[in-house]
Structures are given as C-alpha cells and as structure tokens.
C-alpha cells in the first residue's frame, strides 16, 4: 500500500479506495450542502431543486419571534450548562488523572457514561424527578441536565491534556511552596487551558443541538432551537428550517474556528471526544 | 476533593434518574414483573427491540467498510488536504442532526435529488421508494454515524508509525500482508472504540427514525410514543431499563477487550 | 403517576397530532404536568390553555378579545395541557386554569374520568349548539376533518380514487398511498374502504379494517405528524393519501401540486373544558356561552377553515369561505363524526390490535 505498490494490481486497487473514498466524503457532506440551495427557494414547501430564488426564508427567519426566543434561549441554556460542564469536568480530570483515587477506570466510565447512554433514558427518568421538585420547564432543570451529559466532553479534552505532560511540573511548584490553587493557577491551567476551551466548545455546542433532553424537560417558553426546529418539522415543513439552518452553521463553524484558533493542536484534537471512549 | 462536586452532579442528575427508570418499569399494576411480562408478551415491542439491534449493527458495519479508507486517507494527507479532509469530516459532524435528517428527507424523496440523478444516469427508468423505507433511513442513519466512525479511526492510525509498513515491506510481504498482518492490527484500538460508539449511539437513534423511519420502529421512538401518547410510564421504563442494561453490558464488554488489548500491547 | 392505569389513554395525543403544534415532540405536552408556568389567575384574568400556533390566534380574535370587550376579563393563552396534566392537576386540588382548549377526545376521556365541571346549560344556550356538539361535560367548538388528498400530478378530482372503497383497490387506482400510522381514523378509514356504511360504523369492525389495510399494505407509506402528511402529498412522494384539512389548505393556496375532497372525511374537532374545582365556576360558563355565539364561529371560521357548531354561524359567512368547511351543508353531506366515547371506552384495545397488524 505504501512505497511497495508498484505492481498495476494494486495500483488501481489503491486508485479504488481513494474513489470510494472521495464518493464517501460527498456523501458526508451532501445533505449539509442540499440545505444552502433550499433556503433560498421561493416555494412555501418543500421542494428539490427550487421553482425560484427569494430570500423570503431569511426574512421570515428574521422576523420570527419564535426564533429569536428559542435562539435567546439556547444561549441562556448552553452557556450556564457549559461553564457548568467546564468547572466540574476538569475537576473530575485532575483528580482521575492526577489523584491518587481507587477505581480509576470504572470513575472515567462513571463520568463518561452520560454522554454514551441514550439520551430517551435519560430523559424519561429526570422527568418524573424535575416534575416532583418543579423543575420542569425552567432553566435550571435543562442546564443541569445538560451540565451532566456534556461534562463527558470536557472531561476528556482535558483528561488527554493532563496527560500530554509529566506532573513534575506540579510537584515542581509543590516542592517551591506553591499552595494547590496556585500551583494550579499558575502552572496546571496554563498547560490545560487548551483542553479547556476546546472542552467548553464541545459542550456549547452540544448543548445547542440537543433535543430529546429538551423535547421533555422545556416548555414552550424555555425551548431550545433544535426542539423548535423539530415542532416546525412536525407542524408545516417549509423552507424557514433550512435558512435557520444555514444562519446557524455559520454562527457554529465560526465558533469552531475560535475553537481551532484557541489551541495550537486543535486540529488534531477535534477527534478526541469520539475517542472518549477509550477513558 | 475535586470529586465531591462532579459525582454529586452525576449522582443527583444522573444515577437518580436511571434508578428512577428502574424503579418505575416495576411499579405496574400487575405486579413487578408486569411490565416486563407486557414485554415480553407483545409482539410489536419484542420486534422493535430486535429490529433496534439490527439497525445498529447493519449502520455498524456499513460505516465501519465506508469510514476506512477515508480515515486512512485523511491519515496519509498533509498539510492543506488535511485541513480539507477534516473540514469535510467535521462540518456534518456539527450540523444538527435534526437538519441531516430533514435534508435526508429532500434529498431522499421521489422526486428528490437522488432519484433524478440516477434517473439522469440512466440507472434506473422510473423513480425508487427511498424515503419512508429501511433502505433510506440506513442510508441517513450511516451518514450521520460517519464522522463518530471516522474521527477515532482516525486518531488510530495517525498513531501508526508508517516506518512499521516499510520495514514489512523490506521483509517482503506484499502489500495485502502488510495491511493483513500490521496495518490492520495496529488500527484495531480505533475500530473498537468507533464501533462501539456507532453501535451504542444507533441504538439510541430518535430523531432520523421518528422524521424519515417510515414503519421503522426503533426502540426510542417507541419508547417516547409509550411515554406521550400512551402515557404508560411503566411499559417506557422498562423498555429504557432494557436498553439500559444491554448498552451497559455492550459497553463492559468493550472495556474488558480494550484492557486485555492494552495489555497485550503493553510491550511494544 | 402511581396511577397511571387510569392515564393510559392511548388516543389521548391525537389531537395535538392534528393541530402539531405541539406534535412529534409529544413529550413536550408530558412537560407540562406540574409546571410552574401557568400563570396564577388574578380576578380580572383567565387562564386559556390551548393548542397555540395559527388555532390560537383565531381563538384570540373570535372569542377572548370577543370576551374581553364584554366583561373586561383578560384571557390568558396558555400551552396545551393534555389529559394527564388535567387529571394531576384536578387529583391535587390545584386547579389553575379557568378554560382549556382540548382534543374532543382527549375531552371524553377526561369526562369518563370523571374530572370536569358538568357544562351549567342554564347559562350556555344549549339550543344554539348541533346536539352532538353540546355534550354534558364539555362543548365542541370547532369541526376539522381527516380528508383524501392527492398529488395532481398524478391524479386529477376526476381521476383520483372515489371514496374510501377505491382508495383500498390498488388495481383500479394505481398509486402510492398514506396513512396517519395511528389506530384512530385510520380504523374508521379503513372500515369504510371496506364498504361498511357510515351509520354502522361503530363497533368497529376489525377484520374488515385490517383486510382493507392489507390490500394496500405494499404500497403503504405512513405518516406520523400533520407536516408529513402534507409533504408526502405535496412532494410526489405518494399520490394519495389522508390528511387534516387545516394542512393541506395552505400548500394548496399556495401553489403545490395537491388538491383534496370533503367527500367521507372523517370530523376530528376541538373541545372546550371547564376542569373540576375551577376557582370561577360561573365566569367560565360565561366564557363557554361567549364562545357559542354564531357571530363568534363564524369570525373564528374566516380565520381558519375548521367550521363552526352553532349551524347559525353558516347564515354569516359568505359561499368562498362555506368552501374550505368540513361541516358546510354541502361538504359535510358524506362525512362521519368520530364517534369519541366509543374510542374513550376502547381505546386500549384498539391501539394494542393496531400496533400488533403493523409489525404482523
């Protein structure tokens, strides 16, 4: 396959798995790039191609009440439940990673394990739980649920942060009578931090795409865009989904360039959280 | 100390609940076991838990077969098509899965885009039934599983000193050998670790099934239709409870193969 | 929900399907059962949970600002609240709603349950209403309707399948076909494609259902939300097939290539329910007879095409909007009303026997 593929045979061969290669990644991408053209049709359904170009669908987007509260809402949601996820992520990192703690693997399971489950499981558990305290509908109740499935992914960014270096720097610190906090102001964050943001990303955007959590633990006045999204599929489909789609696509890949921007090895890190796995 | 916080919030947001699923799937008026006896005894749920696992492992596969040579691919590339190759992976990867589904849908329809291009090919002489069937609901559920498939793939074979192949090579073994006997076995972590999150996320999937399954009946949406249509939080639970324990159990099973894995490459 | 037995009514998320608004995430009416978000009732202000979205906004305009001019009572909308949050809520003696807009069936489940105020017929003119729609313990306020609709490009009005006898004959009207996959009014459908007349409907008959059902089993595609059923007709993915009429109304207004007929549509309709230990009993029978006014329907019926059920309301609207009724004299000739008791005392079954053809 490398330098020995001298041979015609397996020259094609590998002129083969580069096609289907090629064919696999237009594949990936093809519903994505089918969503640009639909946002701008004039048709009030859904069809493919579009009888004619209009931006009616962006404006109906603009104009939407619906949208700019469930967008308000997604933020007031995501943002509180990644800090969340953030703070308690790397603690339970530095101190499966760091931490003389029993039980290490079955502990990085535990914590990663609310982001493997299905989430209908999940959902129909916290429900009957939210609803006995009066959780149900209010933000607190969907952050917190969020907080828990998304913390898996700071946890990890994080946890292959901590170990990307020896803990001698931190010893180092000890040794010159740093107290923990500094020691990890001043010489842990620093290292992690990285990890950290990438985490946070994770999460946020997460955040802002889930919908079973959301499905049963809002209510009209506190849904999110993916639950609205959903209603609007239910109830008419008609083109504003795609031009809300293609608003925020941008709005999540420029977040990710922030994300890229913010760690040197970001690229090679965007495959960590399905490496999660692992512990 | 820094545990105290995160397994309080797990405990309390995460534990209680799955013990409240528990809990629940028992509390039928029939007696504990009752729910699980309606299970068992109904037809139609007995064939959406097994047609669950059939999905996850057909979605499984495919995108196992597919994902390989494009990870290997991405792998091999440097600079400017690496960049390309990973946007291309991680765009869909953060395009919501309810919009995937719903583009799946225009794409999939019969007078969708597919159809006319394979009708425009000369492929087929009259359009095909893709959407509201398995076939294309499969068809939407791999790709959305892609990149949870590619990206540990990847990050396996990136680990992949390309030095092992040609030192194969100079001992002479042909090219199918050398990805047989070293390519292969060095890439396995990554296989597992992204066949089981396919595996596992499949079983959950709601949102592709619910829009696109035409009669597929996977078991979250059956789950959440026992939930809000017929609001029969007992028969939800202990389907959730099943699904629970099988995911769970899938998940060990795993774990256990990666140690043993880990273990054995210990000395290398 | 320790007894939840009593909860387990299987239709009891039908009409929120219809309307969708809430629909598909069903869960998302399960979200309301206790919720701190239903605002506490002032004296001057009632509280109106209902289905929200286009129905809303024709309630607001035909009966609560209707309401509001009259009694300077501020109506409150509030989201659908199904079955289950109307039993919680009346179980734990915390009524905090007035009136609740609610599926006719959802309705008649509720009042075998015994959980709503009887209707006081001393103060809503019981007179005024069709006699079906004045039922003891709620009040139907509006008539949607299960229609055929088909692609016009592949069938025309003269075409397309003539009733449901031809809809379930494959060989004299070839064609893909849909179906809401949902025992209620796909049973009622399919009985009828089997030729049993409509005023011998009920019991259902089952072996005809699922005879009729599979004969068109191979060339079936389901729909699970009012939005589908109007995309599968609209894309050309089938070529005919049922839906509500409020959901084609608007693509056919539009432009999309779908047509449909009142011809044997099935009524599915709107309740108004008052629920048990409401704080004003009277002011919410007042709202009730503000609500059966004909010159209120027939506001309500220009602002949306689901027709009235005070028959007086028709003498007020011109022929156009006659057109787009289910219940106009001339659309509703052939039609059959779903018979809702029958579905609140057999519900379960029905819904198991469905679930069990499906997978069969």
């Given amino acids: 396959m490398n330098g020995a593929a001298t041979t015609p045979v ?25 969503i640009v053209p639909l946002s701008f049709s004039s048709d009030t359904f859904l069809k493919f191609p579009p009888s004619g170009f209009s931006t009616r669908w962006y404006e109906s987007f603009a104009a939407s009440t619906d949208y700019q509260l469930a967008i308000l809402n997604s933020l007031k949601i995501g943002v509180p439940a990644a800090l969340v996820a953030t703070v308690f992520g790397v603690m339970a990192a530095l101190a499966v990673v760091r931490g003389a703690v029993p039980f290490r693997r079955t502990l990085a399971a535990l914590i990663i394990a609310p982001l493997i489950l299905p989430q209908i499981i999940l959902a129909i558990g916290l429900f009957p739980l939210m609803a006995k305290v009066g959780l149900i509908g209010t933000y607190p109740g969907i952050v917190l649920a969020h907080a828990v499935v998304t913390m898996p992914l700071v946890f990890i960014t994080v946890s292959a942060a901590l170990r990307n270096y020896a803990p001698t720097y931190e010893l180092a610190a000890m040794t010159l009578g740093a107290n923990p906090w500094r020691t990890f102001r001043h010489v842990t964050f620093p290292m992690i931090r990285p990890g950290v943001i990438v985490g946070f990303i994770f999460a946020l955007t997460f955040s802002f795409d889930e919908l079973i959590l959301a499905m049963f633990l809002t209510s009209p006045t506190t849904r999110t865009v993916p639950r609205l999204l959903w209603e609007q599929l239910n109830f008419q489909m008609t083109p504003i989904i795609a031009a809300a789609t293609v608003v925020l696509l941008t709005a999540t890949i420029a977040l990710l360039c922030l994300a890229a921007i913010a760690g040197a090895g970001a690229r090679r890190r965007m495959g960590r959280p399905a490496e999660g796995v692992n512990g | 100390m820094l545990l105290a916080a995160p397994l309080t919030l797990l405990a309390l947001f995460f534990l209680l609940p799955l013990l409240t699923v528990f809990g629940q799937s028992f509390a039928a008026p029939d007696g504990p076991l009752g729910t699980y006896a309606r299970v068992a005894g109904d037809s139609a749920l007995r064939y959406s838990l097994i047609y669950t696992f059939q999905t996850a492992a057909i979605v499984t596969l495919a995108a196992l077969v597919l994902s390989y040579p494009v990870a290997f691919l991405i792998s091999r590339a440097q600079g400017r098509w690496l960049v390309i190759g990973m946007v291309l992976v991680l765009v869909p990867f953060w395009t919501s899965a309810v919009i995937r589904s719903y583009a799946w849908l225009v794409l999939l329809q019969r007078r969708g885009v597919v159809n006319e291009i394979m009708l425009a090919l000369g492929l087929i002489d009259r359009p095909l039934r893709l959407a509201n069937t398995d076939l294309g609901t499969h068809v939407a559920m791999v790709q959305i599983m892609l990149p949870f498939m590619i990206l540990p793939l990847l990050s396996a074979m990136r680990g992949i000193d390309p030095s092992m192949l040609r030192a194969a090579a100079i001992l002479g073994a042909n090219p199918w050998r ?29 949102i592709t099934p619910a829009l696109l399954g035409g009669s597929s009946p996977m078991i979250a949406v059956a789950i959440e239709q026992q939930v809000s249509r017929l609001l029969d939080w007992p028969l939800a639970s202990a389907l959730a409870t099943v699904l629970l324990v099988l995911t769970c159990a899938l998940f060990m099973l795993y774990e256990r193969l990666n140690r043993r894995l880990a273990g054995a490459g210990e000395g290398r | 929900m320790s007894d939840r037995t009593d909860l387990r009514l299987p239709h009891a998320r039908r009409g929120i399907s219809r309307r969708g608004f809430l629909a598909g995430t069903a869960a998302a009416t399960a979200v309301g059962i206790f919720s701190p978000h239903v605002v506490r009732a002032a004296s001057d202000t009632m509280t109106v949970p209902n289905s929200g979205g286009a ?13 509001t001019a009259k009694t300077g009572v501020k109506i409150l909308g509030a989201p659908y609240i199904d079955t289950a949050r109307v ?23 509720l009042a075998k349950l015994g959980l709503l105020e009887p209707i006081d017929y001393d103060i809503v003119p019981r007179k005024a209403l069709d006699t079906w729609a004045a039922n003891d313990h709620y009040i139907v306020s509006d008539v949607a309707a299960t229609v055929m609709g088909w692609n016009t490009q592949a069938f025309t009005a003269e075409t397309r399948p003539k009733g449901w006898s031809e809809f379930f004959d494959e060989a004299a009207k070839p064609g893909q076909r849909s179906l809401w996959k949902l025992a209620p009014q796909t049973m009622e459908i399919a009985a009828l494609g089997a030729g049993i007349p409509a005023d011998k409907l009920y019991p259902l008959d089952l072996d005809a259902v699922f005879a009729s059902l599979d004969k068109i089993k191979p060339n079936l595609t389901w729909w699970t ?6 995309q599968l007709l609209t894309s050309g993915e089938v070529d005919v097939g049922t839906a509500w009429n409020g959901r084609l109304f608007k693509p056919k207004n539009d432009g999309a290539p779908v047509d449909y007929t009142f011809d044997q549509s099935i009524f599915t309709c709107d309740a108004f329910i008052v629920p048990k230990g409401v704080k004003d009993k009277k002011r919410a029978m007042e709202f009730l007879a503000n609500l059966v006014e004909a010159k209120n329907q027939a506001v309500f019926a220009q602002h949306i095409p689901y027709g009235p059920t005070n028959p007086a309301a028709f003498d007020l609207l011109d022929a156009k909007t006659k057109a787009l009724l289910p219940n106009s004299p001339e659309n509703g000739k052939t039609a059959v009303l779903q018979n809702v008791q029958y579905w609140a005392d057999n519900g379960d079954e029905l819904f198991a026997r469905f679930n069990k053809w499906l997978v069969g």
Avoid: H
């Fill in chain 3, 87 to 109: 039993k919680a809520m009346v179980d734990a003696n915390a009524v905090d709603i007035d009136v609740a807009n609610i599926d006719f069936a959802e309705a008649a489940v």
């Fill in chain 2, 178 to 206: 050398q990805f047989v006997n070293v390519y292969l076995p060095l890439s396995t972590p990554g296989v597992g670790a992204g066949c089981v999150l396919v595996f596992i996320s499949t079983l959950g999937f709601y």
């Fill in chain 3, 225 to 230: 939300s009012g939005a589908q059923s109007a």
């Fill in chain 1, 10 to 34: 397996w020259r094609i061969l590998s002129a083969g798995i580069a096609l289907l290669a090629v064919l696999v990644l237009i594949y990936l991408v093809l519903p994505t790039l089918v």
């Fill in chain 3, 55 to 67: 129905l809303e906004e024709a309630y607001k305009v035909a009966y609560f600002d209707t309401f």
